[in-house]
């Protein structure tokens, strides 16, 4: 079973329009991680926020990370068509002996 | 700096046989982890090796095995393939663990007929 749990599971919106997807966790984690994929290539990451933190931020990437909930947020603002790809969660739990779980991802289409 | 490099590319297998893959991690970074992508099961992780030694593994049958040479590059191989073993085969690279950013190569695609 995946410890990440992304929704939505596709998200389609036009340019320049922010795009937002959730992550759902099961355990305590370490860290959780961002990554996004361009159609079956290798994943670029893109933020890492540790369980002590609440909200970071990368250019136009936006993470918030709420430990109580077990959830974080992705936003992308004033989205491109550059930024269709999958966006993966990836959290780091103590108990899993410090391996990556990924979740399912969210597909993500900007059209022009 | 050069990025984590995978070879082959793609490859072409027949149920039964073997494969072993290849995995360059960055220069300097010193964790290698594995992972398989399927369409049904997403993105699993295989194992993670440090220092020549398998830190970590994920829940795939003993078939599934790796190593770790001393400039830290990696191998994985794959015995008596089976069809539910095409995919994606994507390596990643780290300084030191999963704790830390990892940096993925193109991946290898495995087709197994």
């Known amino acids: 079973s995946q410890q990440g749990e992304e929704d939505p599971q596709a998200l389609s919106i036009q340019e320049g329009e922010n795009a937002t997807m959730n992550c759902s966790y099961k355990?305590?984690?370490?860290?959780l991680q961002w990554y996004r994929q361009n159609s079956g290539r290798g994943l670029v990451h893109l933020i890492l926020?540790?369980?002590?933190?609440r909200e970071k931020h990368s250019g136009r990437l936006r993470v918030t990370l709420d430990t109580s909930k077990k959830s974080s947020s992705l936003l992308i603002t004033a989205s491109r068509a550059a930024d269709t790809a999958s966006y993966f969660c990836?959290?780091?739990?103590?108990?899993?002996?410090?391996?990556?779980?990924f979740g399912g991802g969210t597909r993500v289409l900007v059209k022009p | 700096k050069a990025g984590v490099t995978q070879t082959p590319r793609y490859l072409i297998k027949t149920r039964g046989q073997q494969v072993t893959l290849s995995c360059s991690p960055i220069?300097?970074?010193?964790?290698v982890s594995w992972y398989q992508q399927t369409p049904g099961q997403g993105l699993q992780f295989l194992f993670e090796?440090?220092?020549?030694?398998?830190?970590n593994k994920g829940n795939f049958p003993g078939r599934f095995s790796g190593r770790q040479f001393s400039n830290s590059r990696s191998e994985m191989n794959v015995s008596t393939l089976e069809l539910g073993d095409s995919a994606l085969y994507l390596c990643?690279?780290?300084?030191?663990?999963?704790?830390?950013?990892?940096?993925f190569g193109p991946g290898t695609r495995l087709t197994v007929t």
């Open positions: 990836a959290t780091e739990q103590a108990a899993a002996g410090n391996k990556l779980t």
């Open positions: 926020i540790r369980s002590n933190e």
């Open positions: 090796y440090f220092s020549e030694t398998q830190r």
């Open positions: 355990t305590s984690i370490n860290n």
């Open positions: 990643a690279s780290s300084w030191t663990s999963s704790s830390y950013e990892q940096y």
């Open positions: 220069s300097g970074h010193r964790s």
